[in-house]
């Protein structure tokens, strides 16, 4: 079952990666973006806690975005060690039109599934989250 998730996800992904390369970015540099829309000044740290990154992989993809001007960081105004990033206007722009044609790929997938089925894959996919969220190996560790 792991190996359908795995490429089932793997086929999501290159397809995100078709619909976004005409904005000339890749889908974790769309998913900080994503994050910066919906909260903005969030810090490289916690940005590599939501994409299940390294903070040196995040760091990276801050620096490019930073580079095209689409994101920019500054210290936060009482921990001033810590820079919070946040989008600039023409980040907000691009991010909003790439948001759109990842939608359009979203809407393929939802397409596959009536609407009582999608509700119900919803659900188990859920169940299946919540199942190895807990998981340890025997003996514990």
Not at 5 to 20: C, D, F, S, Y
Not at 38 to 58: D, F, H, I, K, N
Request: aromatic content about 4%; proline content about 6%; charged content about 25%.
């Amino acid at each position: 079952m792991g190996q359908r998730i795995k490429r089932v996800e793997q086929e999501l992904t290159a397809a995100k990666h078709a619909a976004l390369r005409p904005f000339k970015i890749n889908v974790p540099q769309y998913n900080v973006l994503l994050a910066l829309m919906l909260e903005p000044g969030l810090s490289g740290a916690a940005l590599a806690r939501r994409g299940m990154v390294t903070p040196q992989t995040m760091s990276s993809v801050l620096s490019t975005l930073e580079g095209r001007s689409l994101v920019e960081r500054r210290p936060h105004p009482i921990h001033s060690h810590i820079l919070e990033a946040r989008l600039t206007r023409t980040g907000g722009a691009l991010i909003r039109r790439a948001d759109e044609a990842v939608a359009e790929v979203e809407k393929v997938l939802g397409d596959c599934f009536g609407p009582d089925e999608a509700a119900t894959f919803q659900a188990q996919l859920d169940r299946c989250s919540k199942a190895l969220s807990g998981w340890k190996p025997a003996g514990g560790k």
